[in-house]
């Protein structure tokens, strides 16, 4: 069965304090691995989008990266604005268009 | 407008109440979701239109009816709901049903069930 588990479930920093969000999947082929942004109230905002393992997308202090078994998202120097819940979803070559989302890692930095 | 705007934001309603969501999306996409959101809980998949034929529906109460009038439009028509059924409903487009594209999401709406 096709799983995606995130952790931790809660992060906490200090501004400047880079640090890694974890996503852990099972699936039978995967087609690709998307991560969101989820500011309180709001829908789920895009960020990247990975397709094989070794892959890597960056957009300012956010890095992505993929294995065959996990993505990270990498935060270098956070800043308070980077506080949000941070999602990870999946699609298998098995689903063809189905995601299947983590419960997410909701991020605070601290000033 | 621009992306996928929902309405309203915010919901109350009782179990014995109709009303309806309303997500419109301004990206010329062709295909069109329901989600929903409960806290601590992965977002749910509920239903999926692709050029306004439901694809998908996964085993969702009866309570709960989709309607896809066309490509940019899409309701969620609730009535007799239970007090569980709150949640955000999260409404999101993608260009295609491919699944290798990201799906564009709504601001969504918070629905209360008394």
């Known amino acids: 069965e096709d799983q995606v588990t995130q952790s931790p479930e809660a992060l906490r920093l200090q501004e400047g304090e880079s640090s890694s969000l974890n996503c852990s999947y099972t699936v039978s082929g995967l087609r690709g691995l998307f991560w969101y942004r989820q500011d309180p109230g709001k829908g789920p905002e895009f960020l990247f989008t990975?397709?094989?393992a070794g892959e890597e997308k960056e957009k300012e202090r956010l890095k992505a990266t993929l294995t065959k078994k996990e993505s990270f998202l990498h935060i270098t120097a956070p800043k308070p604005e980077d506080s949000a819940t941070y999602l990870c979803a999946v699609v298998s070559m098995n689903t063809g268009n189905q995601f299947y989302f983590g419960t997410g890692t909701s991020l605070t930095v601290i000033p | 407008e621009t992306g996928v705007t929902q309405t309203p934001r915010h919901l109350v309603m009782g179990m014995t109440n109709k009303k309806s969501l309303k997500c419109e999306q301004h990206l010329g996409h062709n295909a069109m979701y329901w989600y929903k959101q409960s806290a601590k809980k992965p977002l749910e998949l509920m239903f999926v239109y692709s050029l306004e034929e439901r694809v998908e529906n996964n085993s969702v109460p009866s309570r709960f009816s989709p309607e896809c009038p066309n490509s940019s439009h899409l309701f969620l028509h609730l009535h007799t709901l239970q007090p569980e059924d709150s949640a955000l409903y999260l409404c999101?487009?993608?260009?295609?049903?491919?699944?290798?594209?990201?799906?564009?999401f709504g601001p969504g709406t918070r629905l209360l069930v008394l």
């Open positions: 999101a487009s993608s260009p295609s049903l491919a699944g290798k594209e990201t799906q564009y």
């Open positions: 990975l397709y094989s």
